[in-house]
């Protein structure tokens, strides 16, 4: 089973600041993950799949870069409808299929 | 425009059953698999389920297998989640999702409804 990490779990920031966080699998998952960004009372929305490419309307300040165990997604410029919760998902891995346990990016 | 429309949640004593729904429009639905996820209060989100898009194969995470049931019927483009022998620790939003693909040994998903809360509690 391919176990997912997260860093940090809380990442405090200012709007305009660049944000970066993290996330870890276990054993290698090739460029076969996806972030998600949830906000308060929402579903998670879809930002990232195949590592680095971006989901359709999602704004180019959200990139990602990674293969193997490491990956990373950079907000550029913090806008104030991103602080949210930002999830990590391994696929093409079953079983099982797990999310990672998240990274909440609140006001600092 | 993709839409996911869940329903059917609520509140619902242990040991009771329940059966969810997810309306779905705006894609060919027999072309992808669909999943639901939940998420308990407060906490991250777990994959509960899968269905092909022919309905030929289902998956199911091994908090769930015996008690939980996906289907899905293609007249409709709905899927359903029928859950017996529900436990307190099944209280969670359930959100219905759409695979990028047809299962490809676990997908990623593209788009979630709202979400339905079911509660388990006496």
């Known amino acids: 089973e391919i176990v997912m990490t997260q860093s940090p779990a809380t990442l405090s920031v200012s709007p305009g600041e660049r944000a970066t966080l993290s996330c870890r699998a276990s054993q290698s998952i090739s460029s076969n993950l996806a972030w998600y960004q949830q906000k308060p009372g929402q579903a998670p929305r879809l930002l990232i799949y195949g590592a680095s490419t971006r989901a359709t309307g999602i704004p180019a300040r959200f990139s990602g870069s990674g293969s193997g165990t490491e990956f990373t997604l950079t907000i550029s410029s913090l806008q104030s409808e991103d602080f949210a919760v930002y999830y990590c998902q391994p696929y093409n891995n079953w079983p099982p299929l797990t999310f990672g346990p998240g990274t909440k990016v609140d006001f600092k | 425009e993709v839409q996911l429309l869940e329903s059917g949640g609520g509140l619902v004593q242990p040991g009771g059953s329940l059966r969810l729904s997810c309306a779905a429009s705006g894609f060919s639905f027999s072309y992808y698999a669909m999943s639901w996820v939940r998420q308990a209060p407060g906490k991250g989100l777990e994959w509960v389920s899968t269905i092909t898009g022919s309905g030929g194969s289902t998956y199911y995470a091994d908090s769930v297998k015996g008690r939980f049931t996906i289907s899905g019927d293609i007249s409709k483009s709905t899927v359903y989640l029928q859950m017996n022998s529900l436990r307190a620790e099944d209280t969670a939003v359930y959100y219905c999702?759409?695979?990028?693909?047809?299962?490809?040994?676990?997908?990623?998903?593209?788009?979630w409804g709202q979400g339905t809360l079911v509660t388990v509690s006496s």
């Open positions: 999702a759409k695979d990028r693909y047809n299962w490809n040994d676990g997908d990623y998903f593209d788009y």
